[in-house]
């Protein structure tokens, strides 16, 4: 970590980044949240944390270090909150010589697969980012402001390839109203009461049983303040400096000479919009695809071999989401059994002789697949996928965390202590088949309608005219990836379901950049039963609707 740091730190040394060489650098941060898991360590938490501080603030930036959700950051490294409601929950700078700072403003949360998306109002942020300001708070750092795409295989354990979507921003860049148009009449109160805030004297007064004024007097005369209601489910009428005023429940209005309001939280002007998307090509041609079924390998032709179950992640290094464990074994008649895999993976695939036999999914626990399968008499192979759908990216010893199949059975037989043979990755993977020069190291056939489990699809499109965001409609598939032009937009997971009964995620981003104007190869790994013929590509663009 030490070498990590001092090269990242010297790499904008180099460049002359920071605030006192004359760079846009004013803050840097030296670990992340680690509070949450410092008790696991016992003492050795709290001696870290002084190390990574000392270590920070001796590379001499020239810009103050800072530890969020860290209370116990030891000077002069800054303690700041993450989160939803820091102008309520954060207990404040741990010493009177630090700002109050809020690094960390949740517009939304993490998706995973099979949940709904979190959807947090322009009134409920607005509310706590002006309550964080009025208590003295200096500084406010949306997460995120502009949604993003985990492309490739860069989402953690089981998180959606779409992040933060419902941000001001969304995925694409486009604008979500009323929560963008909001926050910037937001902001711009808060300007107007900029030189009593920064030069001014700070008081709070009673203004009911759940109402509260928040203060701010300069030298010159100037005046601010921010009049809160927190009651939930009632407006409030208060006398503020001798003028009444409105106040809308669980809401904040900013007065910036503490007379006129220019803001309130609650009250929401900005026309709302809608988020549309419309068809621009539909991949329904059977003659246009091309596909190839991924083979399934037995022990035989595995170059890893182990007398056990490996773990998944240390095993596969994070070159590949997949991992295949396969075992040979003698049996003296044609019979039926039953086989039951324990894994504590994200999915198992199970193949036996060759034929697929079922499959699991998991989260973060174990979990087993249970299925009938037929021996026969003489040598049988049994083949199993493990599938990691983003790798754990936190928590307390981390390094000793393992994910894989975990136990075999066939009957009574146990397989853990069999000898058995690995292969990392799939073989579409590692011949890099959806670029141009992989593409030409298998033999591709043309689509015949079947929808197999493990099944690569190839096609070609022509990028539509315009310049809307594009986004690809995987909603007939069930699982997998995808990639256009070799470079991979996500996985995608469009078969587990929320409680809604619909895919946590249905359209995937492709970047304009990524194409060409004709010619674009686009290519899928399909783990389940999808059927490309219902892809199609479509542009995104936002509507103004009628309500307020």
Request: aromatic content about 12%.
């Amino acid at each position: 970590m030490q070498k990590w740091v001092r090269k990242v730190v010297n790499m904008m040394k180099s460049e002359k980044l920071y605030a006192s060489q004359g760079g846009p650098i004013i803050l840097s941060q030296i670990e992340n949240e680690y509070q949450r898991i410092e008790s696991a360590f016992n003492g050795k938490g709290s001696r870290y944390v002084h190390w990574a501080a000392g270590l920070a603030v001796g590379l001499q930036t020239g810009v103050p270090w800072i530890m969020c959700s860290q209370q116990d950051a030891p000077d002069p490294v800054i303690n700041t909150c993450n989160g939803f409601e820091c102008g309520v929950k954060f207990e404040g700078p741990n010493s009177p010589n630090k700002p109050s700072l809020w690094t960390e403003n949740w517009t939304s949360f993490v998706q995973r697969y099979g949940e709904e998306p979190f959807i947090r109002s322009a009134a409920d942020i607005a509310f706590h980012v002006a309550l964080f300001i009025a208590k003295n708070g200096t500084y406010v750092n949306y997460y995120m402001y502009h949604g993003g795409t985990n492309f490739g295989r860069t989402a953690a354990a089981n998180v959606i390839t779409s992040y933060y979507d419902q941000a001001p921003l969304d995925e694409y860049g486009l604008i979500r109203q009323p929560l963008w148009g909001h926050l910037k009449e937001l902001h711009a109160a808060i300007k107007l009461c900029k030189v009593p805030l920064l030069a001014g004297s700070y008081e709070t007064s009673s203004l009911g049983h759940l109402q509260i004024a928040y203060v701010f007097k300069g030298k010159s005369g100037k005046c601010a303040a921010f009049l809160v209601n927190n009651d939930n489910t009632s407006n409030a009428r208060v006398r503020f400096q001798n003028i009444s005023f409105e106040l809308p429940s669980m809401s904040i209005s900013i007065l910036p000479d503490c007379k006129n309001v220019a803001f309130n939280t609650a009250k929401v002007s900005t026309q709302y919009n809608t988020r549309s998307r419309t068809v621009k090509y539909k991949f329904d041609s059977m003659e246009r695809w091309e596909e190839f079924n991924e083979p399934i390998p037995i022990f035989s032709n595995t170059l890893l071999k182990a007398n056990a179950l490996l773990d998944h992640m240390s095993t596969t290094k994070d070159t590949s989401d997949y991992l295949w464990y396969t075992v040979s074994f003698e049996h003296e008649s044609d019979a039926e059994a039953d086989l039951s895999v324990v894994s504590n993976a994200h999915v198992v695939h199970a193949f036996v002789n060759g034929a697929y036999k079922g499959y699991a999914h998991g989260g973060k626990h174990n979990f087993a697949l249970e299925n009938p399968i037929e021996l026969k008499n003489g040598t049988n192979h049994i083949t199993l996928l493990s599938v990691m759908v983003g790798f754990p990216d936190s928590g307390a010893y981390l390094e000793r965390k393992t994910a894989g199949i975990r136990s075999v059975r066939i009957q009574n037989r146990y397989l853990n202590n069999y000898r058995w043979g690995y292969q990392i990755g799939l073989l579409g993977e590692n011949l890099s088949i959806f670029t141009d020069d992989g593409r030409n190291k298998v033999e591709w056939s043309r689509f015949q309608g079947r929808h197999n489990r493990l099944t690569w699809y190839k096609t070609v499109f022509d990028a539509p005219g315009g310049n809307d965001p594009l986004a690809l409609n995987l909603g007939t598939m069930g699982k997998g990836e995808v990639w256009v032009n070799g470079q991979s937009i996500g996985r995608y997971w469009v078969s587990i379901h929320t409680p809604q009964q619909r895919p946590s995620q249905t359209w995937y981003n492709i970047p304009r950049s990524f194409l060409k104007p004709e010619g674009n190869q686009l290519v899928l790994v399909e783990e389940e039963y999808g059927d490309p013929l219902g892809i199609t590509l479509d542009t995104v663009s936002i509507t103004k609707d009628a309500k307020y």
